[in-house]
């Protein structure tokens, strides 16, 4: 059975930073894209940033370009998004998502739990 379990959400005040893991389990992340998306009450799904195992490129939202990395270790099965300057409009439910794809898709066809991000200004 195919899993991604978000975890590393919190509280933080504004300017502080929060790393987020996505574990999976039922499969490697060889050959698949892990993005990290986000909604926030009353808003839509947002895309964040994705990274592609198969050749380690990366994507990033506009809004967080310079703040938040994300990366993999596929031996842990697992991708991290490290969020620094963090801001009150980060907050949010984070989630991560997977596909069997080489390249950072539009649609995923795994998605896990969330976690919640709060930033306090």
């Known amino acids: 059975e195919v899993q991604l379990v978000e975890s590393g959400g919190g509280l933080v005040q504004a300017g502080g930073s929060l790393r987020l893991s996505c574990a999976a389990s039922?499969?490697?992340?060889?050959?698949?894209?892990i993005g990290w998306f986000r909604q926030a009450p009353g808003k839509e799904r947002e895309g964040v940033s994705c990274?592609?195992?198969?050749?380690?490129?990366?994507k990033y939202a506009d809004s967080v370009k310079g703040r938040f990395t994300i990366s993999s270790d596929n031996a842990k099965n697992t991708v991290y998004l490290q969020m620094n300057s963090l801001k009150p409009e980060d907050t949010a439910v984070y989630y991560c998502?997977?596909?069997?794809?080489?390249?950072?898709?539009?649609?995923?066809?795994?998605w896990g739990q969330g976690t919640q991000v709060t930033v306090s200004s």
């Open positions: 998502a997977a596909r069997h794809i080489s390249y950072c898709p539009y649609e995923y066809d795994f």
């Open positions: 990274i592609s195992s198969s050749n380690g490129r990366t």
């Open positions: 039922g499969f490697t992340f060889d050959g698949y894209a």
